[in-house]
């Protein structure tokens, strides 16, 4: 059973800070990794997607893969209270085109 | 560009009923996958379509099917409905479906089981 792990939260954070938020995985075999923002009643939205170690920087998002310890986080900059939403780590299953999602870290931006 | 559209947004059924959820994704799209949301579980996956095809299938029971048409379109049907379906049916898709694509998710399908 393929699995992601994500801190449920809720993780608070001023406005302002910056927000991290981190991702475990098992499969070790996984390539492609993506994070996934959701607003309450809304579907996920794709934020950001890494596929090499190291970071990757859009705006104010900073997502980071280590495939040696299975680790992915997002960083969120200057966090706002429009950031307020639920992050997904998703994870490509190797060997299949599907994704196994985390349960998601819901986080909480205060003005 | 029109994004993935799902129908019916909400639907309230009896158990032992049986309901088809529709979607229509991004045009040019071929590849359609469906998740099932609670919120204990999360996101999960339920199969994945492409020209037609079943391609790959999560851990759900018989009694949760689907199919895609030749213009993409796919439709999932749950029969003999239980409390525990109550959830929110995601569709989405992704240009071929091949590793590392990203998917597009639609709205949702709100499913309530009475």
């Known amino acids: 059973q393929k699995e992601v792990e994500q801190n449920s939260g809720p993780l608070s954070v001023p406005e302002g800070a910056i927000a991290s938020l981190n991702c475990t995985y098992s499969?070790?075999?996984?390539?492609?990794f993506f994070w996934y923002r959701q607003y309450s009643g809304k579907s996920p939205e794709l934020i950001m997607s890494i596929y090499s170690n190291g970071d990757k920087e859009d705006g104010r998002f900073t997502a980071q893969l280590n495939k040696a310890s299975q680790y992915v986080s997002l960083l969120i900059r200057d966090s706002q209270p429009s950031d307020s939403a639920t992050y997904l780590c998703a994870v490509e299953d190797s060997g299949y085109s599907t994704l196994t999602f985390g349960k998601g870290t819901m986080l909480l931006v205060s003005p | 560009k029109a994004g993935v559209t799902q129908t019916p947004r909400y639907l309230i059924k009896t158990r032992g009923q049986q309901v088809t959820l529709s979607c229509s994704p991004i045009s040019g799209h071929r590849s359609v996958s469906w998740y099932q949301q609670t919120p204990g579980q999360g996101l999960q996956f339920l199969f994945e379509y492409f020209s037609e095809t079943q391609r790959n299938k999560g851990n759900f029971p018989g009694r949760f099917s689907g199919r895609q048409f030749s213009n993409s379109r796919s439709e999932m049907n749950v029969s003999t409905l239980e409390l525990g379906d109550s959830a929110l049916y995601l569709c989405?898709?992704?240009?071929?479906?091949?590793?590392?694509?990203?998917?597009?998710f639609g709205s949702g399908t709100q499913l309530s089981v009475l």
């Open positions: 499969d070790r075999g996984s390539q492609s």
């Open positions: 989405a898709s992704s240009l071929a479906g091949a590793g590392g694509e990203k998917l597009f």
